[in-house]
């Protein structure tokens, strides 16, 4: 079974450019969540989706915006990107909304802003 | 403010030993734990979850959790310097949206 994939694996832009990462969740899974980790930090959190609703956001600036498909999959997409956006942008999925539910990660997106 | 704690690190054991991991959180509702192994570069990866307090074993691993003392932390018996990587402990309460908050990670080192 195919795992969660996520495109591009690698991008490098200019500050104040557009970037639309995309994910594919596991198949069967409905919930899809947006992390973006630093070097030497944890993921930090910055959208789910469930059924294609937003169930959660983090604290991330509207540069930030998501979206969900009928098929499950995802776009998370950044505006007038910084410097600081530099990160691993990971995507996890999960069967569901419940407490145990487990999160299996993407390769991720490596972004380089310039 | 959901907080997760783990000491950064590095902790550098020799191989064979047992290495020891720990992890506080600061939400006291918190339900579900979680173990993910993150290789330099690369994604993190499930090791363990526990959801009742008491240990669960996996092979070399074990998980070990507290909530009376908001604390779960994860053994790794007979280290190998493949064990080598950042070990990150995720939290998530009951309820609302299930969004698990992570620990910035501690750097685990094997040496042979």
């Known amino acids: 079974d195919a795992g969660v994939t996520q495109s591009p694996t690698h991008l490098i832009k200019t500050r104040g450019q557009h970037v639309t990462l995309r994910c594919s969740p596991i198949?069967?899974?409905?919930?899809v969540s947006w992390y973006q980790q630093v070097l030497g930090q944890g993921p930090q959190f910055i959208f789910q989706y469930y059924e294609k609703e937003e169930r959660g956001r983090g604290n991330f600036p509207d540069r930030f915006s998501a979206r969900q498909f009928p098929n499950y999959s995802s776009e998370l997409n950044v505006n007038a990107l910084l410097l600081g956006d530099s990160a691993l942008y990971l995507c996890?999925?999960?069967?569901?909304?419940?407490?145990?539910?487990?999160?299996?990660f993407g390769a991720g997106t490596r972004l380089s802003v310039l | 403010q959901k907080e997760v704690e783990q000491n950064s690190g590095p902790l550098s054991v020799p191989e064979g030993a047992i290495a020891s991991l720990n992890c506080t959180y600061s939400d006291r509702g918190s339900q579900s734990f979680f173990w993910y192994r993150q290789y330099s570069g690369k994604s993190p990866e499930l090791i363990m979850s526990i959801y009742s307090n008491g240990d669960k074993e996996d092979g070399r691993f074990t998980a070990q959790l507290n909530k009376a003392s908001q604390y779960v932390s994860l053994l790794i018996r007979d280290s190998q310097p493949s064990d080598s990587a950042t070990y990150l402990c995720a939290v998530r309460a009951s309820g609302g949206s299930y969004i698990p908050t992570f620990g910035r990670g501690t750097s685990l080192i094997v040496h042979p």
């Open positions: 198949s069967g899974h409905k919930s």
């Open positions: 996890a999925s999960s069967s569901g909304g419940a407490s145990k539910n487990i999160q299996y």
